[in-house]
């Protein structure tokens, strides 16, 4: 009778603590999704690449709760083109939590893009957990994203004022670069125009062919970049 009474007394107890405890998970992915939606507007806002990797480690740095972080973005060779650390300084001298870290590649099914590195857990917990993991591959991929976005952008915009042939300037390049030469912002400089004109030049590509003027003037393009 006692035992029965006790299971009695406790099912109602356990009940709670089950109703609690799915709503704590629900509240949690509410707030996960809340914050990485926020995440995202954040660093959604620019196509500059060196924005979008400032915002997204200091943003990841925050809903992580890290010491410290590191973002890198490699270029198609996997060479570093942009570094940013925020929180503690390069030069600190080592923790006994330098070997709490979590390390994400940032990339898409396209490859690569970079790597992101978070140190430290502060707060309530003091290392980092599956949960803080799972998180941070999750910002990771939203900045894959808005990282190609930047490049697609940048690739068109450089398409868009460049000789595909040469990589020099296009007539709309050209114009761009001159409206700035001449801007308030750049009176403090000396500006020149150099104009230069390849003598026989039709007579490559009515001999020789196309394919071999072209050449002509992308080693030619080659050499006056040069100087």
Same mark, same amino acid.
């Given at each position: 009778?006692? /035992?029965?009474?006790?299971?009695?007394? /406790?099912?109602?107890?356990?009940?709670?603590?089950?109703?609690?405890?799915? =709503?704590?998970?629900?509240?949690?992915?509410?707030?996960?999704?809340?914050?990485?939606?926020?995440?995202?507007?954040?660093?959604?806002?620019?196509?500059?690449?060196?924005?979008?990797?400032?915002?997204?480690?200091?943003?990841?740095?925050?809903?992580? %709760?890290? %010491?410290?972080?590191?973002?890198?973005?490699?270029?198609?060779?996997?060479?570093?083109?942009? =570094? *940013?650390?925020?929180?503690?300084?390069?030069?600190?001298?080592?923790?006994?939590?330098?070997?709490?870290?979590?390390?994400?590649?940032?990339?898409? $099914?396209?490859?690569? /893009?970079?790597?992101?590195? /978070?140190?430290?857990?502060?707060?309530?917990?003091?290392? *980092?957990?599956?949960? !803080?993991?799972?998180?941070?591959?999750?910002?990771?991929? @939203?900045?894959?994203?808005?990282? %190609?976005? $930047? +490049?697609?952008?940048?690739?068109?915009?450089?398409?868009?004022? @460049?000789?595909?042939?040469?990589?020099?300037?296009?007539?709309?390049? *050209?114009?761009?670069?001159?409206?700035?030469?001449?801007?308030? @912002?750049?009176?403090? =400089?000396?500006?020149?125009?150099?104009?230069?004109?390849?003598?026989?030049?039709?007579?490559?590509? !009515?001999? +020789?062919?196309?394919?071999?003027? !072209?050449?002509? +003037?992308?080693? *030619?393009?080659?050499?006056?970049?040069?100087?």
């Amino acid at each position: 009778f006692e /035992l029965r009474l006790f299971a009695l007394t /406790l099912a109602p107890l356990v009940g709670l603590w089950l109703l609690l405890s799915r =709503s704590a998970r629900a509240e949690q992915t509410h707030r996960d999704l809340r914050e990485l939606h926020q995440f995202t507007s954040t660093i959604g806002r620019s196509l500059d690449p060196n924005v979008v990797a400032q915002s997204a480690l200091s943003e990841a740095v925050n809903l992580i %709760r890290a %010491r410290s972080g590191t973002i890198e973005i490699f270029d198609d060779d996997g060479c570093v083109t942009l =570094s *940013f650390t925020t929180g503690d300084e390069a030069g600190d001298a080592p923790t006994e939590l330098d070997d709490d870290l979590i390390v994400v590649p940032i990339g898409d $099914t396209e490859g690569e /893009l970079g790597v992101l590195t /978070l140190r430290g857990r502060i707060g309530a917990l003091t290392h *980092f957990d599956d949960d !803080d993991i799972r998180r941070a591959k999750s910002l990771a991929d @939203h900045v894959a994203s808005s990282l %190609r976005k $930047t +490049l697609l952008h940048s690739l068109v915009e450089h398409a868009a004022e @460049h000789d595909a042939l040469t990589g020099l300037l296009n007539r709309a390049g *050209f114009n761009k670069a001159v409206e700035e030469s001449f801007s308030p @912002h750049a009176r403090t =400089s000396c500006t020149a125009i150099l104009m230069l004109d390849l003598d026989q030049f039709k007579e490559i590509n !009515d001999t +020789l062919g196309h394919h071999v003027g !072209d050449h002509v +003037l992308a080693q *030619f393009a080659q050499r006056i970049a040069a100087l």
